[in-house]
């Protein structure tokens, strides 16, 4: 009789019955019972319930249990476990650009290399999408930490070598975050929390590289999560605040402008907008805090109009989630409307990382603003990809240099003349321009020298109170 499909031998159960022979003797039966099919399905479902389906390579729960008996074991001492998240940097871009089949095959490409970095005694496991884990022990010495960082760096060069699938050509990188049992956590939650911190923070450290948790990050993760529940009910308790900075002009110091800064006063606290900014992103609530940056500009100029003020353009920052968001521009066109100011009340200011996060969809926003008379500044002017075709490809009225652009051009000559053969090409397209961060007379000098209209910085005003500033200007 041939085998059952997938089976490699037979498994018999034997099984014995009593019986009655003839003349009422005892006996007994013996039955075999063919159970290879049943075995074979058994040890499929054990396979599946253990094994990544994409990769092969265990999965978490396996990974787990693995986990969990390798601290029984180091327990007694002489070893530590270091415990490695592994993010593959920006694969939702391959996904979304290249399609799921794409990423799929990149995916069982990756952990084919991560399993070949392997050191001895350790093993590997796909958590979900493109987030993998690894369990290396390591010697209980002072030396662990650098033991763990030639490993993950031993790692990081096998996953950053080029990769091919058909025309297409990419380099892939890795963020990853490392805990160690028992220093950090003595249990599989704190040990997986620890090396989670870990990796958020060489995520929030520009990515591709490794970070070895510390009780800082614990503490900054406590702080993020306080921060971000409370700013669910910023706008509800009326904690937010907004604050103008004077743009002056660069040749009477005049003040010809103001940008709208955001901040956010908590329970007696000003929390620095570098901590509540980014967490607005993350959590999806920045269009909601730009929301309320809008209105309170357009309430603030109406209240000026109305007391016979000069009218100054506020400068509104607009993130890369707005630009993105349906609707954004309308939003300020009816708010424009609704307090009956010129288009020339506001303008707009988007960074390069904003206008280049998602292209087409920053320059239909910008077009729209465009053609409603509302000036597009692009912000942080020279940080990354500033160039003549730069200014050309998005609908821009005028650009905001970066403080560390006018920084470098007071030690290095060769920056100034980098900068002034970009602003001929600004003031070719009859663009305005400002200059940000100025907080000495050299940067003040440098900037009138190569053309810059407007200036903003420490050396004219900080930025302060919106009801301040019209008691002084």
Known sequence: MPLPSGVSHRELMVSFKRIRGQDDLPGCAVVLTDISERKAHEQELLRRSRYDGLTGMINRSYFSELLAEAMDKARGGGRLLAVVGIDIDHF??????????????????????????????????????????????????????????RMAQHLHEQLSQPWSHGTLNLVPSASMGIAFFPTHAVDLVGLYQCADLALYEAKRQGRDRTQIFTDRLLTQATRRLELSEALRH???????????????????????????????????????????????EESGRIAELGAWVQEACCQWQR???????????????????????????????????????????????????????????????????????????????????????????????????????????????????????????????????????????????????????????????????????????
């Open 92 to 149: 939702k871009d391959v996904n979304d650009t290249h399609g799921h089949l794409v990423g799929d095959r990149l995916l069982f490409d990756l952990a084919r290399r991560v399993n070949q970095a392997l050191p001895p005694e350790s093993c590997a496991a796909r958590f979900g999408g493109d987030e993998f884990v690894m369990l290396v022990p390591v010697s209980d010495t002072p030396q662990a930490p650098q033991e763990a960082l």
């Open 234 to 280: 910023a706008v509800d308790r009326q904690e937010l605040r907004l604050f103008l900075q004077a743009k002056v002009d660069a040749r009477t110091l005049e003040v010809v402008g103001v940008e709208a800064l955001l901040r956010w006063q908590r329970e007696g606290e000003m929390v620095s907008p570098a901590e509540f900014i980014p967490l607005a």
């Open 303 to 473: 209240r000026r109009l109305d007391r016979g003020l000069a009218l100054l353009p506020v400068a509104i920052n607009a993130s890369s989630r707005e630009l993105e968001t349906k609707g954004f521009c309308e939003q300020l066109r009816r708010l424009l409307e609704r307090y009956e100011l010129p288009a020339q009340a506001v303008e707009i200011e988007v960074t390069e990382a904003a206008m280049f996060n998602d292209r087409n969809s920053a320059i239909a926003e910008m077009k729209a603003f465009r053609a409603l008379g509302i000036n597009v500044v692009g912000d942080d002017f020279g940080t990354g990809y500033a160039s003549l075709s730069y200014l050309t490809e998005f609908p821009l009225s005028g650009i905001k240099i970066d403080p560390t652009i006018i920084r470098s051009m007071t030690v290095d000559h060769r920056m100034k003349l980098l900068v002034e053969g970009l602003m001929r090409g600004v003031m070719s397209l009859g663009m305005s321009s400002v200059a940000e961060g100025i907080e000495t007379l050299e940067q003040q000098a440098l900037a009138r020298e190569i053309g810059v209209e407007a200036l903003q910085g420490w050396l004219y005003a900080k930025a302060i109170p919106a009801d301040a500033f019209d008691a002084e200007h």
